[in-house]
């Protein structure tokens, strides 16, 4: 069965300095994996997804992910963080297996935190 | 613009009084699926569509129902809300079960059972 692990339930960085969030994912065969960021009192908003190709994906606000074969990861990173991209980050990967074909599995979420 | 919409954002009830959650997506998506989202657990399917007509259980289905009887609706009813079922739910919508396709998500409807 398929499966997205974030290993960090909070990840606190200084505005300006380097923002990383981890993801790691279980799946058979090719995995389309995806981030998601949620506001306070806001839905999820879509912020870039791998498919396949370049294993480098940029998406929304400056964020992108490096996707890794080898160790399974599929971490989110921003170089230079802002105030504003404090919020709740959720990983997924969507079904490829036959008994989850369409469904999104996500993360427990990491909360980042990031300081004037 | 394009949107999924929930309906209502809150709401307080008591335990066994029959609720309806409503979705509406005007995309035209073919796939739409409900959430409930709990600290530390991330975000859990409920149930889920693949087409007018056509649902099934996610993974944590139990005291919930739903319905697709129009492309763009995909209403979730608590038959007997529990003190359990007091969660944060998503209703989510894509174009089709195509795997490489995001999901577009509503604003959430927050819900308490006392």
């Known amino acids: 069965a398929q499966s997205v692990a974030q290993p960090e339930d909070q990840v606190k960085v200084a505005e300006g300095n380097p923002l990383t969030v981890k993801c790691t994912y279980s799946?058979?065969?090719?995995?389309?994996l995806f981030w998601y960021v949620q506001y306070p009192n806001r839905g999820l908003q879509f912020l870039l997804k791998?498919?396949?190709?370049?294993?480098l994906v940029k998406g929304s606000y400056g964020f992108e992910a490096e996707f890794n074969k080898s160790q399974t990861s599929f971490h989110l990173k921003k170089p230079s963080a802002l105030v504003s991209d404090s919020a709740l980050y959720f990983c997924?990967?969507?079904?490829?297996?036959?008994?989850?074909?369409?469904?999104?599995?996500f993360g427990a979420g990491t909360q980042v935190v990031v300081t004037p | 613009e394009a949107q999924v919409t929930q309906n209502p954002r809150y709401l307080i009830t008591v335990t066994g009084k029959k609720l309806t959650v409503t979705c509406s997506q005007n995309?035209?998506?073919?796939?739409m699926s409900w959430y409930r989202q709990d600290p530390g657990l991330g975000l859990r399917q409920i149930y889920y569509?693949?087409?007018?007509?056509?649902?099934d259980k996610g993974d944590v289905p139990e005291g919930y129902k739903v319905s697709r009887k129009e492309k763009r609706n995909f209403p979730l009813i608590l038959e007997s809300p529990s003190p359990n079922q007091t969660s944060l739910y998503f209703c989510a919508s894509t174009t089709s079960p195509n795997s490489n396709t995001e999901a577009f998500f509503g604003q959430g409807t927050r819900l308490t059972v006392v």
């Open positions: 997924a990967v969507r079904g490829v297996e036959t008994d989850s074909w369409g469904k999104f599995q």
């Open positions: 799946v058979s065969g090719n995995p389309y």
């Open positions: 791998y498919i396949t190709g370049d294993n």
């Open positions: 995309m035209n998506h073919e796939y």
């Open positions: 569509s693949m087409n007018v007509e056509v649902t």
